[in-house]
């Protein structure tokens, strides 16, 4: 069963509309780790955030911000005010101390923002 | 403080070659990881190195192999290459190997197999 499930493939949006990338995660730990990481398409994964299992507190980095729910399983990534620069494929990673700390991505979401 | 650099960036080979990538990590990262990146298939985990020994291993045949040295680099070498192997592939450093410890990546070998 995938770990990490990101069921937005895709997602085209206009220049300065916001958008929600989602994210759920499947874990029977109880200290793990989130994270979320930017590709743009010269190849190289981007870090972006990570989050703790302790802490639900919400984050906000200027345009971008994350919500956390436990009860939910999941960890969604909000892009503000999109911009052209923000096109790239975001991926949504689980570390979990149960499986020896290895990260396990997600199938990670295209986002296109259409000038 | 320099990123994880991996070498080289682009590889040509043909059905049943070998290839050797290499992957220095960030300085004071003790922990490197490999993945495979297809249109297909995602991300997908190949193995961990800690300290120089393999901590973890993903679901690959073992025609993939790695080795980490003593100064933390690390090499990971495919044999009898089949077309299915062309991908990107991508090396990622760490402090330490705990839960909480940030994966950096490098850019990235773009692997083609004829």
């Known amino acids: 069963a995938q770990k990490v499930t990101q069921a937005q493939t895709e997602i085209s949006v206009v220049e300065k509309e916001d958008v929600t990338l989602d994210c759920v995660y499947e874990?029977?730990?109880?200290?793990?780790?989130l994270f979320w990481y930017k590709q743009p398409p010269s190849g190289e994964l981007v870090f972006l955030i990570r989050?703790?299992?302790?802490?639900?507190q919400n984050e906000i980095s200027g345009r971008y911000s994350w919500n956390f729910q436990k009860s939910t399983s999941s960890f969604n990534f909000t892009i503000t005010a999109s911009q052209v620069v923000d096109s790239a494929v975001y991926f949504c990673a689980l570390s979990e101390v149960l499986t020896g700390n290895q990260f396990y991505f997600g199938t990670g979401t295209s986002l296109t923002v259409i000038p | 403080k320099a990123g994880v650099t991996q070498t080289p960036r682009y590889l040509i080979k043909t059905r049943g070659q070998q290839v050797t990538l290499s992957c220095s990590p960030i300085s004071g990262h003790r922990s490197v990881s490999w993945y495979q990146q297809t249109p297909g298939q995602g991300l997908q985990f190949l193995f961990e190195y800690f300290s120089e020994t393999q901590r973890n291993k993903g679901n690959f045949p073992g025609r993939f192999s790695g080795r980490q040295f003593s100064n933390s680099r690390s090499e990971m070498n495919v044999s009898t290459l089949e077309l299915g192997d062309s991908a990107l592939y991508l090396c990622?450093?760490?402090?330490?190997?705990?839960?909480?410890?940030?994966?950096?990546f490098g850019a990235g070998t773009r692997l083609s197999v004829l």
């Open positions: 874990t029977r730990d109880t200290t793990y780790y």
């Open positions: 990622a450093s760490r402090q330490e190997q705990g839960v909480q410890n940030i994966q950096y």
């Open positions: 989050r703790n299992s302790f802490d639900e």
